[in-house]
């Protein structure tokens, strides 16, 4: 069992930074694909960034990349999403996921509660 707790959201002008933080309980947080997903108001979720259990590998989103930055400490069981040249079209609700790579099926994944991100132009 994995309990995703996210902070870091808020309100920023265009251009911008935040950081996002996830942090998960578990004992087994280290196995685990760790990702971030957003979902804007009238759209459906979508995928952002995630990090491979040990840091090596990982992936954006093209809308995201060479803006954001994810990280992970698996020491302290938190994974970041670093959000740089923030953009209006960015607001959304963040979420933290965590999806176990032995197991396909994504409807066993966790998710976290969600944090607000909103970027005024």
């Known amino acids: 069992q994995v309990q995703l707790v996210e902070s870091g959201g808020g309100l920023v002008q265009a251009g911008g930074s935040l950081r996002l933080s996830c942090a998960a309980s578990?004992?087994?947080?280290?196995?685990?694909?760790m990702g971030w997903y957003r979902q804007a108001p009238g759209k459906e979720r979508e995928f952002v960034a995630a990090?491979?259990?040990?840091?090596?590998?990982?992936q954006y989103a093209v809308s995201v990349k060479g803006r954001f930055t994810v990280s992970r400490d698996n020491a302290k069981n938190t994974v970041y999403l670093q959000m740089n040249s923030l953009k209006p079209e960015d607001t959304a609700i963040y979420y933290c996921?965590?999806?176990?790579?032995?197991?396909?099926?994504?409807?066993?994944?966790?998710w976290g509660q969600g944090t607000q991100v909103t970027v005024a132009s």
């Open positions: 996921n965590a999806h176990n790579p032995l197991i396909p099926n994504t409807n066993y994944d966790y």
């Open positions: 578990g004992r087994t947080f280290s196995s685990y694909r």
């Open positions: 990090i491979s259990w040990g840091g090596g590998t990982t």
